[in-house]
Nanobody, 124 residues
Framework: QVQLVESGGGLVQAGDSLRLSCAAS????????MAWFRQAAGQEREFVAC????????YYRDSVKGRFTISRDNAKNTVFLQMNSLKPEDTAVYYC?????????????????WGLGTQVTVSS
């Protein structure tokens, strides 16, 4: 398994941008599919975005399409989530996750390694 540490969260205003990073330690990072999930207070965790190990396929939840972009740098063992045009409903703890295999579409149960999360708060 890989160990994951998220960073880049914070308090921003609606319409602002943030870039989340997830640093992975351990071997074979490039062999993992990576994803971002989020969990708002009192709500269930939800899928946000996913990138395959090679970067050739990207998945997004509908509400973030066109605003969020997931990317990865396998040389730096890091995955990113660029979040633009942020909305108050994007407020949540954002988690990075890694999977060896993916369902179609990706599900939380596919991911065996999780970070501790980073808080994103968007004020109106």
């Amino acid at each position: 398994q890989v160990q994951l540490v998220e960073s880049g969260g914070g308090l921003v205003q609606a319409g602002d941008s943030l870039r989340l990073s997830c640093a992975a330690s351990g071997r074979s990072f490039s062999g993992y599919h990576m994803a971002w999930f989020r969990q708002a207070a009192g709500q269930e965790r939800e899928f946000v975005a996913c990138i395959t190990w090679s970067g050739d396929r990207l998945y997004y939840r509908d509400s973030v399409k066109g605003r969020f972009t997931i990317s990865r740098d396998n040389a730096k063992n890091t995955v990113f989530l660029q979040m633009n045009s942020l909305k108050p409903e994007d407020t949540a703890v954002y988690y990075c996750a890694a999977a060896r295999t993916l369902g179609s579409p990706p599900r939380g149960a596919d991911f065996g390694s999780w970070g501790l999360g980073t808080q994103v708060t968007v004020s109106s």
